[in-house]
């Protein structure tokens, strides 16, 4: 087969048709980059040398350096909105900082170093459905969260042959819900309060929705990939009932993602962590195409999600970050993507990535293993 390149590479296998191999994504999004630490081992370990730059402070994510990008084969290329111009954070505690939404975020230190934001103040947790029309809620009529976007996009689309992976950052309803409202407090209002959720729920589609309008009128000709995330499931399952998340979030999604569609013919790629299986015959109802990250620690066998889902949704990640990726050996990686190839990419219908956002325990060589065994053995027709 004539090599494609990587947007026609993505596009095919997104389409469930076999490219000229399995696509690879390291840095082409929120989901499927890596944490700063971690890159920057890896950049060293290259001999790489500009300074790291963040794809998100919250979630302390690198945006990937292109001659990185490059050296790694990674075939999707990320396209963010912007930040506010008429917002600045609040003063805040050292070591703290308040988000657009009012959520208070506290850095959490671990070994060497490393860190994370994690939540400290949920400025709704006392809140009725009176509070809601008090709250001081992002201006969604902000120039600044598409200012260049369209020349940006452009650029990418015309000036390079990648896939161009799209994301709003206003396309969370579930996760916002609990950092808006407090974890425990948004899984009991589900039970006890309602109507409290659907309220509460409105008020962020509306948001959401005309953010992402506003940025897919920017880019929505230009992008292949439009990434949502919000992560509804622990290892073991959803983190509400099939019903629950039917009547009160489920309507929600299905709202924004017809906009969406509305305004691009990009897939719909839909992030949550954790076993999400029971769910998936929902999302692929209302429009999803493709599942990350495919926990597989949770999830479990990946050949028989193929058998059933496969016809119907894009697997974009598998490569297991919990186990092998941080302690196995790079032969061990190897294996890895072999077993995920040879699962999940028959047929096209895949995406080769590490399960979510690669962790600062990885060690260099194992990303190196993984990118080349993706190269290595995805290559159609497989022969695994």
């Not at 050296?71 to 912007?82: E, T």
Request: charged residues 25%; glycine residues 6%; contains cysteine.
């Amino acid at each position: 087969m004539a090599e494609m390149t990587s947007r026609e590479r993505v596009w095919a296998a997104v389409n469930h048709q076999e490219p000229d191999r399995v696509p690879l994504d390291i840095g082409g999004g929120n989901s499927t980059t890596m944490v700063v630490e971690s890159y920057e081992r890896l950049k060293q370990h290259l001999g790489f040398r500009a300074p790291t730059q963040e794809m998100s402070k919250t979630f302390h994510l690198a945006r990937l350096d292109e001659e990185v990008m490059q050296r790694l084969g990674s075939d999707c290329r990320p396209l963010l909105m912007k930040g506010p111009r008429y917002w600045t954070p609040p003063p805040s505690p050292p070591d703290t900082f308040v988000d657009i939404w009012g959520i208070t975020w506290r850095k959490a230190r671990y070994v060497n170093g490393c860190y994370y934001w994690e939540l400290a103040g949920h400025p709704l947790a006392e809140a009725d459905i009176a509070d809601l029309d008090r709250h001081p809620w992002p201006d969604t009529d902000d120039p600044g969260y598409t200012y260049g976007l369209a020349d940006e996009a452009r650029d990418l689309y015309e000036n390079t042959d990648y896939a161009i992976m799209a994301d709003p950052i206003f396309k969370s309803f579930w996760e916002l819900g609990y950092m808006l409202r407090g974890l425990e407090q948004f899984l009991v209002d589900l039970v006890t309060a309602p109507e409290f959720v659907t309220a509460l729920l409105e008020r962020l589609l509306i948001i959401n929705a005309r953010l992402t309008a506003r940025f897919l009128d920017a880019v929505g000709p230009y992008i292949q990939v439009f990434r949502i995330a919000d992560d509804l499931a622990t290892q073991r399952g959803p983190l509400m009932s099939p019903h629950t998340f039917r009547q009160l979030l489920k309507p929600f999604y299905k709202r924004y993602i017809e906009l969406v569609k509305s305004k691009t013919s990009a897939k719909i790629f839909f992030h949550s962590c954790g076993n999400v299986t029971e769910l998936l015959d929902d999302l692929i109802e209302i429009g999803v195409e493709i599942i990350n990250p495919v926990q597989v620690s949770a999830m479990g066998d990946t050949a028989a999600l193929k058998a059933r889902f496969g016809d119907r949704l894009t697997f974009w990640g598998g490569i297991d970050t919990q186990h092998v990726l941080p302690h196995g050996s790079p032969s061990d990686v190897e294996e890895e993507v072999r077993r995920r190839i040879r699962d999940l990419a028959p047929g096209g219908g895949y995406v080769a990535a590490a399960v979510h956002n690669i962790q600062p325990d990885v060690p260099p060589q194992n990303v190196l293993a993984m990118a080349e065994a993706v190269h290595k053995y995805g290559v159609y027709p497989l022969r695994i």
